[in-house]
């Protein structure tokens, strides 16, 4: 089936330094979302991103976050400056359109140290 | 506003057993819903979806079935396996950009 890849799969970094993770969604799919999962949490919606804009976005999509897509290539998750509690898994999705199906990535584990 | 409930955070099964996970929802348009599925350390990945001429979806010998009056769409399988155990997610969209996840189920199965 169709495949959302997430570069890269581990990510260990000092806190208040920037990360950006990446996600190379399906190529013909035009939403894209960041999920956040805590170990041994449930999955939380972060953003969603249509047409070089940000749909929606949670609580959680503080403002040290940003997402882009710049010219179709990947679809980035920046965190700058980190913090202790984005310690988590981030999962990228892809949906071709509404009333799609949502297609997961593998997912970046960000250990902020 | 839109949302999904599954009131379960947790169920344990012997194997063998029934599987019914609850997932109500509340729409404000006309419901499209989802079961994801997450084995340990794996993404989400789509079980099932409603149909809109309500058939009954089903996969894996798990279905489901769309209740509009009720706002139901309870997962089942007739016999858990072991390879059942897992994290299970209901999802609502309700016909543009937005999904709206549950808090999960996970499902437990002992031998």
């Known amino acids: 089936g169709p495949k959302v890849l997430q570069i890269p799969s581990h990510q260990i970094i000092d806190m208040g330094q920037m990360v950006t993770l990446n996600c190379d969604p399906v190529s013909n799919h035009l939403y894209f979302y960041w999920y956040k999962q805590i170990l041994g949490q449930q999955m939380e919606f972060l953003v969603n991103?249509?047409?070089?804009?940000?749909?929606?976005k949670s609580k959680l999509f503080k403002d040290q976050f940003s997402v882009e897509r710049p010219d179709g290539s990947y679809f980035t998750l920046k965190i700058q400056p980190t913090a202790l509690e984005d310690s988590a898994v981030y999962f990228c999705?892809?949906?071709?359109?509404?009333?799609?199906?949502?297609?997961f990535g593998a997912g970046t584990r960000l250990s902020v140290l | 506003g839109d949302s999904v409930t599954q009131t379960e955070g947790l169920v344990t099964l012997t194997e063998g057993l029934p599987v019914m996970l609850n997932c109500t929802y509340q729409s404000t348009y006309s419901p499209f819903l989802f079961w994801y599925v997450q084995h340990l350390n794996e993404a989400p990945k789509l079980l099932l979806k409603?149909?809109?001429?309500?058939k009954r979806p089903e996969h894996q010998g798990f279905h489901a079935t769309l209740h509009k009056s009720s706002s139901s769409f309870h997962l089942q399988k007739s016999s858990a396996q072991l390879s059942d155990s897992a994290l299970y997610y209901c999802a609502l969209n309700t016909g543009n950009y937005k999904y709206v996840f549950g808090a999960g189920t996970r499902l437990k199965v002992i031998a």
């Open positions: 409603s149909f809109t001429d309500n």
């Open positions: 991103f249509y047409n070089g804009k940000v749909m929606e």
């Open positions: 999705a892809s949906s071709p359109g509404p009333r799609n199906t949502l297609y």
